[in-house]
């Protein structure tokens, strides 16, 4: 028999919030919505009123036991639909294009499991995409931006958490050529939790929290970030908050990730990719 799971979150909470969202402003669009899956997958847009403004890609929920870039996902989509002068963000947000995928594995999510319904870590099936309903609609979103030149992604962001870290680190995936910007991320997180400074991270060296994944690193296998780097050639970073901190704190970090990368990388001027 396999294995019974109960729920302990409910996806239709993040679908309701998304939809409220999109009946409140006009900028905000929904790519796809689909009922040929178990739950509906969503992946929104927004556009900024300058058309050729930089486009930022934020996903979430890819694993499902990671709740914590799932809520950051769905405030930022919140944020975005607001026309109060409230902000949670530190940032400009309504200046930039953004692709937001905040939800990716909702079985995972209702049932705190790392793995979609079928067992597969979505996060290893870039690859053959094609193989998961899941995978297939990312994928599909993403390639989107290639043929319209004015949105293509300038920083890739994709939220994670790690229940076996004693802190945050993070991955950076860019071309050899680009400029770091994962330290100065790290200076901003630890005013706030924990950094991961253990020497090795999953066989990869950690300088203080970052561990750098230059042009075409192969050792992860087929990830997001992978993906992102070679399929769609922008740099990603992989945010990793620490399970063991408190679910607003792990919040918190990812915002102030988020606002750190993107006002490091647009004013590199070797941000790209």
Known sequence: MGVIRV???????VVERILIALRKSERLSV??????????????????????APTLYVSAGIHG???AGVE??????????DT???????LLLKEFNWIISPCDNPYGYEHDTRKNALGNDLNRMFETPNQCPETKFITESLLRTQTHPKTKITLALDLHEDTDSTGFYL?????STSSPIGNAIVKHIENICPINREPMIENHRNDNGVIT???????????RGRYLAEQIQTRCLILETPTLLDLETRIKVHMTA????????LKSPNAAP
């Open 72 to 81: 950051c996902a769905v405030r930022l989509i919140e944020q975005l639909a």
């Open 84 to 90: 109060t002068h409230q902000n949670f963000f530190r």
């Open 7 to 13: 729920k302990v979150r409910n996806y239709a909470d």
């Open 258 to 265: 988020i606002e750190t990368a993107v006002k490091h990388s």
């Open 213 to 223: 994944l230059l042009d075409t690193v192969t050792t992860k296998g087929w990830t």
């Open 65 to 67: 036991d990671e709740p």
């Open 31 to 52: 790519w796809h919505k689909t009922s040929s899956f178990s739950h509906p997958l969503y992946c929104l847009h927004y556009s900024a009123k300058i058309a050729d």
């Open 171 to 175: 991955w950076e995936r860019r071309a």
